[in-house]
């Protein structure tokens, strides 16, 4: 896996996925996420600067992280209860913590980091390896907007602002969808401007199911509705 979240990225992560980080926004996927753990305790892949642990951590959830950028951890341990949260370094899709957890969960699209079958299925693979009977692997994934493309054409804008705009380049064949965000930011001091190129990889509902269905081992499991990454 490739480390996308290097220090050009991190240093402005937060500022850039502001409403990512809206507090009705945290609160409802923290609330799930809760649910979900019950008593237990839950382990994120792609931990990030802590967005969604450190409030679940706060619910009195024991959260474990996983994260491959230390200039994103570097982050968390900057924050109110960062330190506190444990954290291990290295690749989701093949990292394996000590103990078991009754949920594991990805968010904000971080499945599609994984840009190879082989990588996703892995993710699944490891997950299943780490939950208690009865746990529960939470992914949250776009839909990818394949029917928004006409004939010939393969990229989609999103994300459209005075100051920020991205573009994602799907290929259904492959299934990568690379994705490409432009920033730009005016001070007293004069303009700064910056690309962050990231590479990306969709999956498809029929695939999820796949998957899910052979690493599941009694673990719960819902199909995904329409596509998915």
Same mark, same amino acid.
């Given at each position: !896996?490739?480390?996308? @979240?290097?220090?050009? +990225?991190?240093?402005?992560?937060?500022?850039?996925?502001?409403? =990512?980080?809206?507090?009705? #926004? +945290?609160?409802?996927?923290?609330? +799930? %996420?809760?649910?979900?753990?019950?008593?237990?305790?839950?382990?994120?892949?792609?931990?990030?600067?802590?967005?969604?642990?450190?409030?679940?951590?706060?619910?009195?959830?024991?959260?474990?992280?996983?994260? %491959?950028?230390?200039? !994103? #951890?570097?982050?968390? =341990?900057?924050?109110?209860? &960062?330190?506190?949260? &444990?954290?291990?370094?290295?690749?989701?899709?093949?990292?394996?913590? /000590?103990?078991?957890? /009754?949920?594991?969960?990805? +968010? @904000?699209?971080?499945? !599609?980091?994984?840009?190879? *079958?082989?990588? *996703?299925?892995?993710?699944? =693979?490891?997950?299943?390896?780490?939950?208690?009977?009865?746990?529960? @692997?939470?992914?949250?994934?776009?839909?990818?907007? #394949?029917?928004? #493309?006409?004939?010939?054409?393969?990229?989609?804008? @999103?994300?459209?602002?005075?100051?920020?705009?991205?573009?994602?380049?799907?290929?259904?064949?492959? *299934?990568?969808?690379?994705?490409?965000?432009?920033?730009?930011?005016?001070?007293?001091? &004069?303009?700064?401007?910056?690309?962050?190129?990231?590479?990306?990889?969709?999956?498809? /509902?029929?695939?999820?199911?796949?998957?899910?269905?052979?690493?599941? *081992?009694?673990? =719960?499991?819902?199909?995904?509705?329409?596509?998915?990454?």
């Amino acid at each position: !896996m490739i480390d996308h @979240f290097g220090e050009a +990225v991190a240093a402005t992560y937060d500022r850039n996925s502001a409403e =990512r980080f809206e507090p009705e #926004l +945290v609160a409802s996927t923290v609330d +799930v %996420l809760a649910e979900l753990a019950g008593a237990g305790r839950a382990l994120e892949l792609g931990i990030g600067t802590g967005r969604i642990a450190l409030p679940l951590a706060a619910r009195g959830v024991p959260v474990h992280g996983i994260e %491959l950028s230390t200039a !994103m #951890l570097a982050r968390l =341990r900057a924050k109110p209860g &960062g330190a506190e949260i &444990g954290v291990t370094v290295g690749d989701f899709a093949s990292t394996r913590v /000590a103990g078991e957890f /009754a949920l594991a969960y990805l +968010v @904000f699209n971080t499945i !599609m980091n994984l840009t190879t *079958q082989d990588a *996703q299925v892995a993710c699944f =693979r490891a997950v299943a390896d780490q939950l208690t009977p009865g746990g529960c @692997f939470a992914v949250e994934v776009i839909v990818p907007e #394949l029917r928004k #493309l006409p004939a010939g054409q393969t990229v989609l804008p @999103f994300g459209l602002g005075p100051d920020r705009w991205a573009r994602s380049d799907y290929n259904p064949a492959t *299934q990568a969808a690379p994705a490409t965000t432009w920033t730009s930011r005016r001070a007293r001091t &004069g303009a700064s401007r910056s690309i962050s190129p990231c590479r990306r990889r969709i999956r498809y /509902a029929e695939q999820a199911i796949s998957v899910s269905s052979v690493h599941s *081992q009694g673990r =719960r499991q819902r199909a995904p509705r329409g596509p998915s990454c």
